[in-house]
């Protein structure tokens, strides 16, 4: 009996002392089971003038991905916002003014266009003579005609 009790007592002080003494060992590296290539496209919209009102506490935007609805809430000296689509995605935006006592506007008109990359690459650069050299063709090898 006093064996037993005296192993148990042992696994207990392993216990203990392990989860006091020793930190937990260190995870695993993370590993990558998916990938796919994703071409974001990110948008700046334009805000309009905010109204003549002392008391316009806020503008809150509505951005509707293809149905999914997520929302904002901008100050009122806030020019311009920006949101990131995948392409081929519809967009609406709407915008509501919201008063300090908590009063909201009819919503403006909305922004409806579908996310597409139609914006072609700059034009490159002009190009420029680098060098200019005199040849004598006397010495060269023979000439093709």
Partial sequence: MFIRWLRRLIRWLRRVFRWQVFPPPQPGPFTISDQKEVNVLRYTINMPPAPAISDLGSREVTIDLDGVQSGMSLKPTDTTFQFDCD????????????????NKSAPGPALTFLSVDNIPPPVPGGMSVALVEQIDTTTAGPSRK
């Fill in 87 to 102: 392409r081929g995605v519809n967009v609406t935006l709407t915008m509501v003014d919201v008063d300090t006592s908590g």
